[in-house]
């Protein structure tokens, strides 16, 4: 089955120490992207990844980090959480083919950081 | 139709009913739309996508319509059943520039299916 996974669904933390939720897809897309989703804000792109080793920053990109190591993974990395990260994350992908393509997501992280 | 702020707009109607929601998009230079829908704990799902080139496209039970002049995009859901209850969202990617592939999301509809 086509899909993008994410670890952990769930996670309360506290402040300063360092997590990463993880993200891999199994369909071959070039093209992956973190988004976290607020009240009020809708859904804000953190960081994006058009192919392996190449990550770019997107609105909201401060106090996260990426890597892109391998096709499949894009794992989202907080140094040193903040209270002001608690949200609801999304990781995406698509086909990098030229051509516009629908992003599939995974079924969120909830992150609360206390 | 959608908006920037703290309450969603919502739209509650009768199963078997026929649903419209609305989206106000920014830029005219976007190529590109989708409609996700959201239902709860679950990350956004593909519903539909349109081109710019296109101003109808439809789907199983589903329709968008965009105008370009107005800048407004429209989901059209037929028979509407008590499964789309949902929360329905608008993307919009805009053609080149430096975040390439990047998706503009509007805030959201909540839609409400009454048996």
């Known amino acids: 089955e086509a899909q993008v996974t994410q670890n952990p669904r769930y996670l309360i933390t506290v402040t300063g120490k360092k997590l990463t939720v993880t993200c891999s897809q199994n369909?071959?897309?070039?093209?992956m992207s973190w988004y976290r989703q607020d009240p009020g804000l809708g859904l804000r792109q953190i960081y994006y990844?058009?192919?392996?080793?190449?990550?770019d920053k997107g609105d909201v990109p401060e106090g996260y980090k990426v890597s892109r190591k391998e096709k499949r993974n894009f794992p989202l990395i907080l140094e040193s959480p903040s209270p002001n990260q608690t949200s609801l994350y999304f990781c995406?992908?698509?086909?990098?083919?030229?051509?516009?393509?629908?992003?599939?997501f995974g079924d969120g992280t909830r992150l609360s950081i206390l | 139709g959608e908006s920037v702020g703290l309450h969603l707009p919502t739209l509650s109607v009768q199963e078997g009913d026929n649903s419209i929601i609305n989206c106000a998009y920014s830029n005219s230079a976007s190529d590109y739309f989708i409609w996700y829908k959201q239902e709860s704990g679950k990350g956004p799902q593909f519903i539909i996508d349109i081109r710019s080139n296109m101003d109808k496209r439809q789907g199983q039970r589903v329709t968008v319509l965009l105008n370009k002049t107005v800048k407004h995009l429209s989901l059209q859901i037929a028979a509407t059943q008590p499964g789309d209850s949902a929360v329905y969202f608008c993307?919009?990617?805009?053609?080149?520039?430096?975040?390439?592939?990047?998706?503009?999301f509007g805030q959201g509809t909540i839609l409400t299916v009454h048996p």
């Open positions: 990844s058009m192919n392996v080793e190449v990550t």
């Open positions: 995406a992908s698509s086909p990098w083919t030229g051509s516009n393509q629908p992003q599939h």
């Open positions: 369909m071959n897309h070039e093209y």
């Open positions: 993307a919009e990617k805009r053609a080149g520039g430096t975040s390439y592939g990047k998706l503009t």
